[in-house]
C-alpha cells in the first residue's frame, strides 16, 4: 500500500482542506518513511456532517442487523488476507517487534472481528415482556449515533477493530481519530471498508494529532465518544463529554500487579512476565509492571527474572529473533529513561538494563530492558505509569500484604495472579481491584471478556456483549390493544359530538 494523500471522509478519498501533512517516522532509523494528509477543523466538520447524514437519514442504522453483521464478516475476509501487510505496517511505524505484530497487532483484530460479528449474530436486539401493569413490552436495542473514536497509537489496528466494528454492527456511524504516529494502518483499513461498500457516510478515518481530537470530541454532531489514551487525557475528554452530556467511555492507563504466589514457579513467572510486562516494549496499557513476589522468595524470582529478560534480544524490529523493539518516539525514549534514573535516585535496586542505549543501537529509540528489585510500592516508578520496558519487583510479607499492594495504587486496569493452586490464586484475583485478571496467563484478552478499567483507568467495557452494547441505546415499547367503541347510530353521534364539545361561554 502507498500512503495516500488524501483523507478518508464519509466512504470517499478527498482532498485536505490545508496542504499539512504528518511524517510518519521509523523508531527503528529515526526517518521519515512516509508523509500523509493531516485533517483540518474542516475536514472534522465534513466527516462528521456525514457521519450525522448517514445517522438520521440513511439506511445503515435501520438495516437488519444481520445484514450488518454480513458485512463484517466479509470486511473480515479482506482484512485477513491482507494482515502480513499489516504487521509489516506497523512494525514500520510503531516500531513493534515482527512477530509481536504478526501475533497481536495483526492477527488478533481479524480474529475479533468475526468474534463481534458472532456476538451481534446472536444478540437479543429485540424482546417481548409480559408487562406487569398488564398489557406487553418491547424492549429493543438501538445505535447510539455518531460515535467519535479516539486511538492512540500503541495498539493501532486492535483498539480500531474494538471500537469500530462493535459501533458498525451495533447501527452506529463513526468518525475514526486515529494518533499521528500510526496513520498507515488506518489507511489500510480504510481501503478495506471501500471494498465492502458501505453507504456513504457511515465511517471517516481522520489520523491526527490532539488537536484534532480535541475539536472531535466537543463537536456538536457527536453522540458518544469512546476514547483510548492516557488517564490525563482522559480526564478532558470526560471534561467536555460531561458538560456536553454526551457519552462516553473511556480506557485509560494503567499500572498493573502480577501477584506471585509463594507456591508459583520462578521461570514459568519469569517467561510470563516477558509477554506480561514487556510486550510491545512495555508499552501496553496493561503492562504487568509491578511484579508482587513473597519475601522469603523473593531473590530467586528476581534471579529467575533477569536471568529470562537479558536474554530477549532487543534490536531491529523486523528481524523475526527480536523480542523488544525500539520505543515509538524519542520523546517516549527519554521519558522511559528518566524513569530508569529516577528509580535509581528513589533508592530502586537496578539488577539488569539502566539509562545506558543499548550496545550497537545508537540510532532509533531503543532502551534496555530494565528490571528493579527492592522496589517500595510507594516509589514513583511503582505508582507511574512508565509505558516501556521496565518491571518493578516489590516484595510482600503475607497473601493480605499482596492484596493490599496490588491495590495501592489510583489505576485498576488488569493484573494476573501465580499459583498452581488455582482456587487460591482465584480467590486472590477476586480481591484485586481491576477490570481485567488472568490466573496464570499473560495476556488476558479474549474478545469474548468484556474489558475495561476501575479508578483512573477509566470506565466503559469494550469487547464481548457488553462492548456492543456500550454502543447502543435501550428503548422501551409498551402495546396495549387499542380501545375500540362499538358503531353509533347518526342520532346519537350528533348528541355525543355536541357533549363533547367546547364548553359554552357562561355570562
Ligand atoms: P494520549 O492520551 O496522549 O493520546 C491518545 C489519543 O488521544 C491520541 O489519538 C491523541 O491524539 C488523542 N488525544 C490526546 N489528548 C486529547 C484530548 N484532550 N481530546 C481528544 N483527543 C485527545 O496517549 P498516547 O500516548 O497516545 O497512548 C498511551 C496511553 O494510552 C497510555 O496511558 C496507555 O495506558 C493508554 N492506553 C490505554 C488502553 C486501554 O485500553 N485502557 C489501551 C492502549 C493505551
Known amino acids: 500500500m502507498s500512503p495516500r494523500q488524501q483523507l478518508y471522509i464519509g466512504g470517499a478519498w478527498v482532498d485536505p482542506a490545508t496542504s499539512e501533512t504528518i511524517e510518519v517516522i521509523s523508531p527503528h532509523t529515526e526517518q521519515v518513511i512516509a508523509k500523509v494528509a493531516a485533517p483540518a477543523p474542516a475536514n472534522v466538520d465534513r466527516a462528521v456532517a456525514a457521519a450525522r447524514r448517514a445517522f438520521d437519514a ?9 445484514d450488518r453483521v454480513a458485512i463484517v464478516r466479509e470486511l473480515a475476509e479482506f482484512y485477513c488476507a491482507r494482515e502480513e501487510e499489516l504487521a509489516q505496517l506497523i512494525t514500520s511505524e510503531m516500531g513493534a517487534p515482527i512477530t509481536f505484530s504478526r501475533s497481536a497487532h495483526a492477527k488478533l483484530p481479524g480474529v475479533m472481528m468475526r468474534a463481534f460479528a458472532d456476538t451481534a449474530a446472536g444478540y437479543p436486539w429485540r424482546e417481548t415482556r409480559a408487562g ?32 469500530l466494528i462493535p459501533a458498525l454492527l451495533a447501527g452506529c456511524t463513526v468518525v475514526l481519530k486515529p494518533s499521528p504516529e500510526t496513520p498507515l494502518d488506518a489507511q489500510l483499513m480504510a481501503e478495506l471498508l471501500d471494498l465492502v461498500g458501505l453507504p456513504p457516510g457511515v465511517v471517516s478515518i481522520l489520523p491526527g494529532g490532539r488537536e484534532v481530537g480535541r475539536y472531535l470530541v466537543s463537536h456538536p454532531g457527536v453522540d458518544k465518544v469512546s476514547f ?13 463529554c460531561g458538560s456536553a452530556l454526551r457519552r462516553v467511555s473511556l480506557e485509560l492507563g494503567g499500572k498493573s500487579a502480577a501477584v506471585v504466589l509463594d507456591d508459583a514457579d520462578p521461570d514459568a513467572v519469569a517467561t510470563g512476565m516477558t509477554v506480561a510486562g514487556l510486550m510491545n516494549g512495555g508499552q501496553a496499557c496493561v503492562a504487568q509492571t509491578r511484579v508482587l513476589v513473597p519475601w522469603h522468595r523473593r531473590h530467586e524470582f528476581v534471579d529467575a527474572l533477569v536471568s529470562v529478560v537479558e536474554n530477549l534480544t532487543v534490536g531491529n524490529p523486523f528481524d523475526p529473533a527480536t523480542r523488544v523493539g525500539p520505543m515509538v518516539s524519542h520523546r517516549q525514549q527519554q521519558r522511559v529513561r528518566e524513569y530508569i534514573d529516577l528509580g535509581e535516585r528513589e533508592g530502586a535496586r537496578l539488577m539488569l538494563g539502566g539509562t545506558a542505549v543499548p550496545e550497537g543501537l545508537a540510532r532509533g529509540w531503543y532502551v534496555r530492558p530494565t528490571v528493579f528489585a527492592e522496589v517500595d510500592n510507594s516509589m514513583r516508578i511503582a505508582q507511574e505509569e512508565i509505558f516501556g520496558p521496565v518491571l518493578s519487583v516489590i516484595a510482600y510479607t503475607d497473601d493480605e500484604h499482596a492484596v493490599s499492594l496490588a491495590n495501592d495504587t489510583e489505576y485498576g486496569l488488569s493484573g494476573s495472579v501465580w499459583s498452581p493452586d488455582l482456587e487460591r490464586a482465584t480467590g486472590i484475583a477476586r480481591r484485586v481491584r481491576a477490570g481485567t485478571l ?14 475495561g478499567g476501575v479508578k483512573n483507568s477509566g470506565y466503559g467495557r469494550e469487547f464481548g456483549v457488553e462492548g456492543l452494547a456500550g ?32 364548553p359554552r361561554e357562561t355570562s
Open 58 to 66: 440513511g439506511p445503515w442504522p435501520r438495516m437488519d442487523p444481520q
Open 132 to 163: 406487569f401493569l398488564g398489557g406487553g413490552v418491547v424492549v429493543g436495542h438501538e445505535p447510539v449515533g455518531v460515535v467519535a473514536a479516539i486511538i492512540p497509537w500503541n495498539m493501532p489496528m486492535f483498539l480500531t477493530v474494538g471500537k
Open 228 to 240: 483510548t489514551g492516557s488517564t490525563a487525557a482522559g480526564r478532558q475528554v470526560a471534561e467536555v
Open 438 to 451: 488472568g490466573i496464570n496467563e499473560p495476556y488476558s484478552m479474549d474478545p469474548v471478556a468484556p474489558f
Open 471 to 502: 454502543y447502543l441505546d435501550t428503548v422501551s415499547l409498551s402495546i396495549r390493544p387499542a380501545v375500540v367503541n362499538p358503531p353509533v347510530s347518526p342520532a346519537s353521534s350528533a348528541g355525543a359530538s355536541r357533549a363533547a364539545g367546547p
